[in-house]
């Protein structure tokens, strides 16, 4: 919600600006020139795009404008999960194999509701999970396919904002466009008298004005919370990793869970103290309760 609420600032900056300066709102109102614009680029949008892209575009850009990203609250899951995951496979490594295949109906999974609906990353530690159970895999080289693994999933999500940028370069230039089309309907006016001529004429520059705004002031801000969203995921993924290649070297559970604790980003990573609190057996009881 802070990306609209920034967006609409921009917006009523700029009418308010106007306004002040005693501009007469009605000139701005020129849905021709916003078709215009608008329907230039959303052609070139699809024209340039994949469907799988495109529907990557629309669920990242909603998740930008909706959701709340990566907080504290999620990390602490995280630990709490790869504590217990970390605790039963020292135990029996192959208890963990009937979790990892379902993790929807896995009793663990299920009291870590922010982690288990992230797909990306629940996908990322069933796989590397059943690795560990099934096969034999060196730390060094389980460190390289889990880079692999995060740098592929990196360069299909890098593709929306360079998208997103790529239409906002595009929308001055489809601004002028819309201008020039508008000065050649002003040309066909010449004879109609200077208040005609004027008002055509400012008609066909709130096209370039269109552009810019709809550039500078709403579609790079998206991109870039956009990149700022997709950037958080790719450090979650290295949290979790941190833990996986310490358990893979054969640390005890603690140490693994210390290895991924601080790998967090510091502005959400709990203390030693919080951690002893939210692995404790009190709170997994309140997990329990909670699922």
Same mark, same amino acid.
């Given at each position: 919600m802070i990306t609209l609420g920034g967006l609409a600032i921009v917006m009523i900056s700029v009418v308010m600006g106007y306004v002040l300066h005693h501009g007469n709102l009605m000139v701005l109102y020129q849905p021709t020139e916003l078709l215009i614009i608008g329907g230039a680029a959303l052609g070139a949008l699809i024209a340039s795009s994949t469907p799988n892209l495109l529907k990557h575009l629309v669920v990242e850009t909603k998740e930008a404008f909706f959701g709340n990203g990566i907080g504290k609250d999620k990390y602490i899951q995280v630990l709490q999960c790869m504590n217990e995951i970390f605790r039963l496979a020292t135990q029996n490594p192959l208890a963990i194999e009937k979790h990892v295949e379902e993790p929807e109906n896995s009793e663990i999974f299920?009291?870590?509701?922010?982690?288990?609906?992230?797909?990306?990353?629940?996908?990322?530690?069933?796989?590397?999970?059943?690795?560990?159970?099934?096969?034999?895999?060196?730390?060094?080289?389980?460190?390289?396919?889990?880079?692999?693994?995060?740098?592929?999933?990196?360069? $299909? $999500?890098?593709?929306?904002?360079?998208?997103?940028?790529?239409?906002?370069?595009?929308?001055?230039?489809?601004g002028i466009v819309a201008a020039v089309l508008g000065v050649v309907i002003t040309m066909g006016k010449?004879?109609?008298?200077?208040?005609?001529?004027?008002?055509?004429?400012?008609?066909?520059?709130?096209?370039?004005?269109?552009?810019?705004?709809?550039?500078?002031?709403?579609?790079?801000?998206?991109?870039?919370?956009?990149?700022?969203?997709?950037? $958080?995921?790719?450090d979650f993924l290295l949290v979790i990793k941190a833990g996986l290649i310490a358990h893979c070297k054969g640390s005890r559970p603690a140490v693994s869970l210390e290895f991924t604790r601080r790998n967090i980003p510091p502005q959400f990573r709990p203390s030693f103290k919080e951690l002893e609190v939210a692995i404790s057996p009190t709170s997994a009881a309140s997990n329990i309760k909670a699922a």
């Amino acid at each position: 919600m802070i990306t609209l609420g920034g967006l609409a600032i921009v917006m009523i900056s700029v009418v308010m600006g106007y306004v002040l300066h005693h501009g007469n709102l009605m000139v701005l109102y020129q849905p021709t020139e916003l078709l215009i614009i608008g329907g230039a680029a959303l052609g070139a949008l699809i024209a340039s795009s994949t469907p799988n892209l495109l529907k990557h575009l629309v669920v990242e850009t909603k998740e930008a404008f909706f959701g709340n990203g990566i907080g504290k609250d999620k990390y602490i899951q995280v630990l709490q999960c790869m504590n217990e995951i970390f605790r039963l496979a020292t135990q029996n490594p192959l208890a963990i194999e009937k979790h990892v295949e379902e993790p929807e109906n896995s009793e663990i999974f299920k009291k870590y509701p922010l982690l288990l609906k992230d797909h990306h990353a629940m996908s990322f530690l069933c796989n590397t999970l059943t690795l560990l159970v099934s096969g034999n895999i060196s730390p060094y080289d389980l460190d390289d396919l889990l880079d692999q693994d995060i740098q592929a999933l990196h360069r $299909e $999500e890098a593709q929306v904002p360079a998208t997103l940028n790529r239409l906002s370069d595009a929308l001055p230039g489809l601004g002028i466009v819309a201008a020039v089309l508008g000065v050649v309907i002003t040309m066909g006016k010449l004879t109609q008298g200077k208040e005609v001529i004027g008002q055509s004429v400012a008609a066909a520059l709130v096209g370039t004005f269109l552009g810019i705004l709809l550039c500078y002031g709403i579609f790079q801000p998206v991109a870039a919370k956009v990149q700022t969203s997709l950037d $958080e995921k790719g450090d979650f993924l290295l949290v979790i990793k941190a833990g996986l290649i310490a358990h893979c070297k054969g640390s005890r559970p603690a140490v693994s869970l210390e290895f991924t604790r601080r790998n967090i980003p510091p502005q959400f990573r709990p203390s030693f103290k919080e951690l002893e609190v939210a692995i404790s057996p009190t709170s997994a009881a309140s997990n329990i309760k909670a699922a």
